[in-house]
């Protein structure tokens, strides 16, 4: 594999006394994307959640291109160069969208070797959303406001971006812009993590995956090798 | 008609002083939701420190607005100390908020008594506005003219700050979902300490400014502290526009009600407050919090 971008390694975490991530690890290569599947309540979000900070990991570590960020804050890991497209979206719904991208603006990072996100280069990606910049972001669509969360994660010139179900919610001719977004900043040479509950999205994007179950994790493969093993997506997934 | 015009001034004065108050009170209470109660308390530190600069009790005798300015960023340190050592380690507990500020406000009140006793502190008008405006028939003390207009400039500067800033945003966002104002790289914590150290800044501004006109003495964080209450909770908390309106409508019935109808001065104070948590509990400008 690739130069390590983020890994969690033996991660344990807990929601008060549920133990939602058991000894969980997992490595995202430097400029590859990693999709991390599993059923509802498999702790996919959790795992975004331990991997920026917004949940302390018990135990274990979690490493952004080598170093620890496992005891840092949010921001401080956001200052390491990642960055979090959630679930449900949360963009700042009294902001405009002008607004959104511009309180998430920084540099890139030393380390990194992509382009710099601004907000002329976010509008020229999503024209929508310049069309609506001084719109308050509550009265986005949810196919502008998911634009407008990938955006906001864009502005941070992050090197790992962490995106939570981007499909969630969204009309499928949306969901397909937005898999064409999602494949233009794998090209860009971003490294990424997609949750997603749909395998069929994550296959035609991923160069791994990650199975997720009941808080473990249960497979490590490639799109290729699964999409040849029913029995064990439908024992995980419960699908095909 | 002269009666009712120069009790129109005071009214506006007097509601140009609450907002300089209630501002701070209003971002505190609407940005971060803390029901910060010693916000009297810092009105009156603010009145206590001015006076003292500007009549010489240290043994130096400051100019008014200089003495102004440092006494509200003294107020300003002591205000951001009580956020970021005391309401910091009490996050989403309203009541043990509300009953550390509250035993806070009592050990200033005492602590003032002790160091600048019991009798009230005269401020002199600044020099260059103890004079009168005369409109018409009509003679206003420059001074009252003069604190309506410092009420605008800072109303306006606030108005800048929060909504035409990248740092007013951050404060917004903030609001709006501190947990992914931080995943963005907002260091929510330190805005939240300068949110508070603003509010208790304007609260000293407003004290000293009201200093010529209301006297310092023993109590005024008292008396101070439920009309900036009344303010916040009519006009909405959070919301500038709704301390402008706010702050306006107590000054009138606050004025009005002493002027007219005495015995019921607070009661034609209170009532539209009762009305306002009745009918739109949010305030007139400020939004619904579930």
């Known amino acids: 594999m690739a130069t390590s971008a983020l890994s969690l390694e033996h991660v344990d975490a807990f929601y008060g006394d549920s133990h939602v991530l058991q000894d969980v690890s997992f490595e995202l290569g430097e400029a590859r994307m990693l999709g991390l599947l599993g059923r509802n309540g498999a702790g996919k979000s959790t795992c975004m959640n331990v991997g920026m900070g917004l949940l302390g990991a018990r135990n274990g570590a979690i490493k952004v291109f080598g170093q620890p960020v496992t005891r840092l804050p949010p921001e401080q890991i956001s200052a390491s160069g990642v960055a979090l497209v959630p679930q449900g979206r949360r963009i700042f719904r009294s902001l405009t969208v002008r607004e959104n991208l511009v309180v998430a ?19 020229e990606m999503f024209p929508r959303l310049q069309e609506r910049a001084s719109q308050m972001a509550a ?42 977004t999602i494949r233009k900043l794998k090209e860009s040479g971003l490294s990424i993590i997609l949750v997603e509950q749909n395998p069929n999205l994550v296959f035609d994007v991923a ?33 095909f | 008609m002269t009666f009712w015009l120069l009790l129109s001034v005071n009214s506006i004065t007097f509601g140009a002083l609450l907002f300089l108050l209630a501002a701070g ?174 509010g208790a800044a304007l609260a000293a501004f407003a004290g000293i400014i009201g200093g010529p006109i209301l006297t310092v003495y023993p109590g005024i964080d008292q008396y101070m502290l439920p009309l900036a209450l009344v303010v916040v909770i009519l006009g909405g908390s959070g919301s500038l526009l709704g301390s402008v309106v706010g702050s306006m409508v107590i000054g009138f019935l606050y004025n009005f009600g002493q002027a007219l109808f005495p015995e019921l001065a607070y009661f034609v104070l209170f009532l539209p407050m009762l009305l306002v948590l009745l009918l739109r509990p949010q305030g007139l400008f400020g939004r619904f919090i579930p």
Not at chain 1, 107 to 116: D, F, I, Q, V, W
Not at chain 2, 43 to 65: C, E, I, K, R, S
Not at chain 2, 77 to 99: D, K, S, T, W
Not at chain 2, 136 to 147: D, E, H, Q, S, T
Request: aromatic content about 8%; proline content about 5%.
């Open chain 2, 25 to 198: 009170f209003s971002l505190i209470f609407g940005l971060m939701r803390i029901p910060n109660l010693t916000h009297g308390s810092l009105f009156m530190l603010g009145a206590y420190f001015g006076a003292t600069f500007v009549n010489g009790m240290l043994g130096a005798y400051f100019d008014f607005w200089l003495a102004a300015l440092m006494a509200a960023a003294l107020v300003a340190v002591f205000g951001a100390v009580i956020e970021r050592f005391l309401l910091r380690q009490l996050p989403g507990q309203p009541l043990a908020q509300v009953l550390v500020t509250l035993g806070i406000s009592f050990m200033v009140a005492d602590l003032c008594l002790m160091a600048w006793g019991g009798d009230p502190i005269a401020v002199a008008t600044p020099p260059g506005l103890t004079g009168f405006v005369r409109i018409g028939p009509m003679v206003f003390p420059l001074y009252r003219i003069a604190v309506i207009g410092i009420a605008i400039v800072v109303g306006v500067a606030l108005w800048l700050l929060l909504d035409r800033t990248r740092i007013g945003a951050m404060i917004r966002a903030g609001v709006d979902d501190p947990d992914m104002a931080r995943v963005v790289g907002i260091r929510v914590s330190g805005l939240f300490t300068m949110v508070f150290a603003l």
């Open chain 1, 105 to 123: 603006a920084r540099k890139p990072g030393t380390a990194g070797r992509h382009a710099e996100w601004t907000i002329e280069t976010i509008f």
């Open chain 1, 139 to 180: 009265h986005l669509s949810g196919g502008e406001q998911q634009m407008l969360a990938i955006g906001r994660a864009l502005m941070g010139n992050p090197r790992i971006l962490l995106m939570d179900e981007p499909s969630e919610g969204l009309a499928p001719q949306i969901v397909a812009e937005v898999m064409a």
């Open chain 1, 207 to 239: 160069d791994d995956i990650v199975i997720l179950n009941t808080g473990r994790v249960a497979v490590v493969s490639t799109p290729a090798a699964l999409q040849k093993d029913d029995a064990l997506l439908r024992q995980h997934l419960g699908v």
